[in-house]
């Protein structure tokens, strides 16, 4: 057999007195070369994998319209990108705060790294520690063999968005709180803290300064995360941006649909004349369903949603 020797020299005042020597079979450090390297292969195509289903799609470019209202938060949240602070953003419902979550995702330092959206309404409440942070092998009774990694450790290097942070457990505000302050996550089942590198991207609908002081949102939660707060307008706001919206959502509906549709003047002034409670969302329902309504090549009449 062929071996390594590895030779140290034992100092006694200054001289060398001795040595001692270690010999490794050539074969066993071949075999843990080659395990190495398959782990380091698997890790490899993991980050891959990861990377292609945790991508941002959106970019600031992809924000439409020219109103001052979403032009100054579109500027706003470009300075935000380019440091790597958590962010705030806040609006209403249907005012694309996650479009605007994944191009300052797309912005930063991060964009090659996983974008991970994690909807917090759906988390279920007995699990949501573990979803969001992981559990060791038997952890617990069910838990997956081989334990699992969190959303957290997931986002590693890139950029986890918490949508509709307000309805995260209360008792999981004090946990989230703490990784934002350490940065750090301990699975269940394990005594070790493992260090993250993410960027906290925070997304609310709700006032949470209100929520704090009825105690449904931790106050101290709130102004961990309030140091960078995006406001995104409301469609309601932006007037003039109805119009390139309209359209933008009309051409994007012909391409897929292989046909070519207009707004008759008619249809233009429902469309004006309309509050859009729902937003940009709202608006982009109603015209693809008026499109799939008109039977011609020009919309005439926009199906509105009736009166709550």
Same mark, same amino acid.
């Given at each position: 057999? !062929?071996?390594?020797?590895?030779?140290?020299?034992?100092?006694? +005042?200054?001289?060398?007195?001795?040595?001692? @020597?270690?010999?490794?079979?050539?074969?066993?450090?071949?075999?843990? @070369? #080659? $395990?190495?390297?398959?782990?380091?292969?698997?890790?490899? +195509?993991?980050?891959?994998?990861? @990377?292609?289903?945790?991508?941002?799609?959106? @970019?600031?470019?992809?924000?439409?319209?020219?109103?001052?209202?979403?032009?100054?938060?579109?500027? %706003?949240? $470009?300075?935000?990108? #380019?440091?790597? =602070?958590?962010?705030?953003?806040?609006?209403?419902?249907?005012?694309? &705060?996650?479009?605007?979550?994944?191009?300052?995702?797309?912005?930063?330092? #991060?964009?090659?790294?996983?974008?991970?959206?994690?909807?917090?309404?759906?988390?279920?409440?007995?699990?949501?520690?573990?979803?969001?942070?992981?559990? !060791?092998?038997?952890?617990?009774?069910?838990?997956? &063999?081989?334990?699992?990694?969190?959303?957290?450790?997931?986002?590693?290097?890139?950029?986890?968005?918490?949508?509709?942070?307000?309805?995260?457990?209360?008792?999981?505000?004090? *946990?989230?709180?703490?990784?934002?302050?350490?940065? *750090?996550?301990?699975?269940?089942? $394990?005594?070790?803290?493992?260090?993250?590198?993410?960027?906290?991207?925070?997304?609310?609908?709700?006032?949470?300064?209100?929520?704090?002081? =009825?105690?449904?949102?931790? +106050?101290?939660?709130?102004?961990?995360?309030?140091?960078?707060?995006?406001?995104?307008?409301?469609?309601?706001?932006?007037?003039?941006?109805?119009?390139?919206?309209?359209?933008?959502?009309?051409?994007?509906?012909? *391409?897929?649909?292989? #046909?070519?549709?207009?707004?008759?003047?008619?249809?233009?002034?429902?469309?004006?004349?309309?509050?859009?409670?729902?937003?940009?969302? !709202?608006? *982009?329902?109603?015209?693809? %369903?008026?499109?799939?309504?008109?039977?011609?090549?020009?919309?005439?009449?926009?199906?509105?949603?009736?009166?709550?």
């Amino acid at each position: 057999s !062929e071996y390594v020797v590895d030779m140290s020299p034992i100092w006694y +005042e200054g001289k060398i007195v001795g040595g001692i @020597s270690t010999l490794k079979e050539i074969a066993r450090i071949q075999a843990l @070369s #080659r $395990e190495l390297e398959k782990y380091a292969k698997k890790n490899r +195509e993991l980050t891959a994998v990861v @990377s292609h289903i945790y991508n941002a799609h959106y @970019s600031f470019q992809d924000i439409v319209g020219t109103s001052p209202g979403i032009r100054n938060a579109v500027s %706003f949240a $470009e300075k935000i990108a #380019r440091c790597d =602070e958590d962010v705030l953003i806040c609006g209403e419902s249907g005012t694309g &705060k996650e479009m605007f979550a994944q191009a300052i995702h797309n912005g930063s330092s #991060r964009a090659a790294m996983p974008f991970v959206p994690v909807n917090c309404p759906t988390l279920n409440s007995t699990l949501v520690e573990s979803e969001l942070f992981g559990y !060791e092998d038997g952890a617990f009774t069910g838990a997956r &063999k081989g334990g699992k990694v969190g959303l957290f450790s997931v986002a590693d290097n890139g950029t986890i968005m918490l949508d509709e942070i307000a309805e995260l457990p209360y008792d999981m505000q004090a *946990k989230l709180l703490r990784v934002l302050q350490e940065r *750090k996550v301990r699975r269940i089942g $394990e005594s070790v803290e493992q260090a993250i590198n993410i960027r906290v991207i925070a997304v609310t609908n709700k006032n949470l300064l209100d929520l704090a002081k =009825e105690g449904k949102f931790r +106050e101290d939660l709130y102004y961990r995360l309030n140091a960078m707060t995006l406001e995104v307008p409301p469609l309601k706001s932006r007037q003039g941006d109805l119009v390139l919206l309209a359209e933008y959502f009309l051409g994007e509906w012909c *391409k897929r649909n292989g #046909r070519y549709l207009t707004f008759h003047p008619s249809a233009w002034d429902m469309i004006n004349s309309f509050d859009w409670p729902g937003n940009i969302r !709202e608006l *982009k329902h109603v015209v693809e %369903f008026s499109a799939y309504l008109c039977e011609g090549s020009v919309i005439h009449s926009i199906r509105l949603p009736q009166a709550t």
